[in-house]
C-alpha cells in the first residue's frame, strides 16, 4: 500500500518528465511495458514532488490473487483512505459489508473524491495480473466518472482491457511506451558512469548501449557483470543476449508468467531474425502464428513494434539468443511465480501472495 522506494540515485529524464506533466490533464496516465523498463521506478520518482507538495500518493501494488472484484477494491479503498483520511468515509464503510457492491464503491469514491481538497494521485501497479472483466468495468467507470482532481495512473506489462482507443480519440489519455522507458545515450552514460560508478570510455558506453538498446534491466545486469573488471571494453565487445545474467532474469521476470503453449511458441519461433506470421506458422506447425505475434504484441513481450508494409504483413525483428537460451531453460519446467502476463488464448497458473 505504500509508495516503492526509489533508492538513493536516479538517473535524471526529463523527456519523461515533460510526458507525465500531461498527466494532471488526462483522464488517465498508462505506462506500458516489458519487464525491466524502470516503469515502477519513473513512476515512484516523478510523485515524489507531488508528495511533497501535500498531494495524497495511493499506491496498489497488484498480484494475481488480487483478479477478484471485492478483494481489488477494498485494496483501492484502502489505499486511498490511508493517502487521505477521512475523505472517502462511504467508500470505507462499504468496502468493510459482508458483501460488496462493486457498482456502490465506485459510486461512493466518485462522490467522495469530488470534494477533495487537494488533488489525489491512484497508482495501480502490476495491472498486468488483473484479469477479471469485472474489476475492467469497475475501473473504465471510475475513470469515465472519477473528478478531475483525482488522477489515475496504471503501471503494466501489457495492454489492460480498457477503452483506450476512446480515451486516445478524445485526447484524455498519456501514454508512456517501452520506446520511451528505453534509456538515450545520454542516459546510458549517466546510468553507467553516473550511477554505477563505472567510469567507461564514451565508445564503450555507446556500444553497451546499442547491445543493450537501452533496456534498463539490461544495463543494471551488465553493469553488475563489469564491476571489477580491469578490460571493460573486451567484455563489453563480447557481451549479449546469451549474458547469464540476462537468461536468469529473462526467465525469472518474463518467461516464467508464460503459459507453456506461449514459451513454445517462442523457443521454436527464436530462431527467426524475422518474425511474420506465414514465417512462425512453418516453423511451428500451426496455423495461429499471426494471431500470437499480436497478442504477444499487446502483452509487450516483442522487442520492438510491427513494421507494416502491406495489409496483413506486419514483421518485426528481434534478438533470439537470449529468448532461444531462456526458453530452452524455461519450458522444461512449469510456471511457479505469483503474476502473470496476459496472452490471450493463453492460460495462466498463479499462487496467491500473503497479505
Known amino acids: ?30 505506462v506500458s511495458g516489458p519487464a525491466g523498463f524502470g516503469k515502477t521506478t519513473l513512476i515512484a520518482g516523478w510523485l515524489d514532488s507531488a508528495r511533497q507538495q501535500g498531494s495524497p500518493v495511493a499506491w496498489v501494488s497488484l498480484d494475481a490473487s488480487d ?48 470534494t477533495a481538497t487537494a488533488d489525489v494521485w491512484l497508482v495501480l501497479d502490476d495491472y498486468h495480473t488483473v484479469r477479471s472483466p469485472a474489476v475492467h468495468v469497475g475501473v473504465a467507470s471510475l475513470l469515465e466518472n472519477v473528478s478531475p482532481r483525482t488522477h489515475v495512473l496504471i503501471i503494466t506489462r501489457a495492454d489492460p482491457d480498457l477503452p483506450l482507443a476512446r480515451w486516445r480519440v478524445r485526447r484524455e489519455l498519456v501514454e508512456v511506451r517501452a520506446a520511451d522507458l528505453r534509456f538515450t545515450l545520454p542516459e546510458t552514460e549517466s546510468f553507467l558512469n553516473g550511477v554505477s560508478g563505472l567510469d567507461l570510455s564514451a565508445d564503450d558506453v555507446e556500444a553497451l548501449g546499442q547491445r543493450t538498446e537501452g533496456w534498463v534491466a ?20 563480447r557481451f549479449a543476449g546469451n549474458d547469464r545474467y540476462i537468461v536468469d532474469y529473462l526467465v525469472d521476470e518474463v518467461l516464467a508468467h508464460l503459459d507453456s503453449d506461449v514459451r ?6 527464436s530462431i527467426l531474425d524475422r518474425l511474420t506470421g506465414s514465417l512462425c506458422d ?9 494471431l500470437m505475434l499480436a497478442n504477444l504484441e499487446r502483452a509487450n513481450l ?11 504483413t506486419a514483421t518485426t525483428t528481434c534478438s533470439s539468443t537470449s529468448y532461444e537460451r531462456a526458453c530452452t531453460r524455461s519450458v522444461a519446467r512449469p510456471p511457479r511465480c505469483s503474476t502473470s502476463t496476459p496472452v490471450a488464448g493463453t492460460r495462466t497458473t498463479a499462487t496467491s501472495k500473503t497479505p
Open 218 to 237: 539490461a544495463l543494471q545486469l551488465a553493469a553488475l557483470s563489469l564491476q571489477g573488471r580491469d578490460q571493460p571494453s573486451t567484455f563489453i565487445s
Open 67 to 114: 483478479d477478484d472484484p471485492e478483494r481489488f477494491w477494498r485494496y483501492v479503498v484502502t489505499a486511498l483512505d490511508r493517502a487521505s483520511p477521512g475523505t472517502i468515509p462511504d467508500a470505507v464503510e462499504l468496502s468493510e459489508a459482508a458483501t460488496m457492491s462493486t457498482e456502490r464503491i465506485v459510486a461512493a469514491l466518485v462522490n467522495e473524491l469530488a
Open 264 to 269: 513454445e511458441f517462442m523457443l521454436s519461433t
Open 1 to 30: 500500500m505504500s509508495v516503492p522506494r526509489t533508492g538513493q540515485a536516479l538517473v535524471a529524464r526529463p523527456r519523461l518528465g515533460e510526458l507525465l506533466a500531461q498527466a494532471p490533464h488526462a483522464r488517465l496516465t498508462l
Open 282 to 290: 512453418a516453423v511451428t506447425g500451426r496455423d495461429h502464428g499471426r
Open 302 to 312: 516483442s522487442s520492438s513494434r510491427w513494421t507494416t508494409s502491406a495489409p496483413g
